[in-house]
């Protein structure tokens, strides 16, 4: 039986690019671990985007730098493993397989932070330009 998106996930998605949204409602019909929407996970105000750069949980500043999150063109997800969310590397992997498979199918260009090189961020997915 495939999973689906719970209340809170989809709350989190309000103000995310549709291109994007219809990669994760195909990603979580062919995902083998369950995903949701991290807190601060989809679009974020300049104040919630410097409070995770202070916190050092992000690389953009969101005023000099900003991020893909403030413009609804990311979207930060988190594996759900055992009733609670799990951020560890084997199921972001699996997780993240299956986003980018359903990008595929859909023609739709993504990128993944794990494929980044200088701060690896597993759980981070945005629309290339």
């Given at each position: 039986?495939?999973?689906?998106?719970?209340?809170?996930?989809?709350?989190?998605?309000?103000?995310?690019?549709?291109?994007?949204?219809?990669?994760?409602?195909?990603?979580?019909?062919?995902?083998?671990?369950?995903?949701?929407?991290?807190?601060?996970?989809?679009?974020?105000?300049?104040?919630?985007?410097?409070?995770?750069?202070?916190g050092?949980?992000?690389?953009?500043?969101?005023?000099?730098?900003?991020?893909?999150?403030?413009?609804?063109?990311?979207?930060?997800?988190?594996?759900?493993?055992?009733?609670k969310?799990?951020?560890?590397?084997?199921?972001?992997?699996?997780?993240?397989?299956?986003?980018?498979?359903?990008?595929?199918?859909?023609?739709?260009?993504?990128?993944?932070?794990?494929?980044?090189?200088?701060?690896?961020?597993?759980?981070?997915?945005?629309?290339?330009?």
């Amino acid at each position: 039986m495939p999973f689906s998106f719970g209340k809170t996930s989809r709350e989190r998605m309000a103000g995310i690019h549709p291109d994007l949204i219809k990669v994760l409602e195909l990603a979580i019909i062919i995902t083998k671990v369950d995903f949701s929407i991290s807190q601060y996970g989809g679009l974020r105000t300049e104040q919630e985007q410097l409070k995770l750069f202070v916190g050092g949980k992000s690389k953009a500043d969101g005023r000099v730098n900003k991020s893909y999150h403030q413009t609804g063109r990311a979207i930060d997800v988190c594996a759900y493993v055992n009733g609670k969310a799990d951020w560890s590397q084997p199921h972001m992997t699996m997780v993240a397989c299956a986003i980018l498979q359903a990008a595929s199918q859909l023609g739709v260009k993504l990128s993944w932070g794990g494929h980044f090189v200088n701060f690896i961020d597993m759980p981070h997915f945005q629309l290339e330009d």
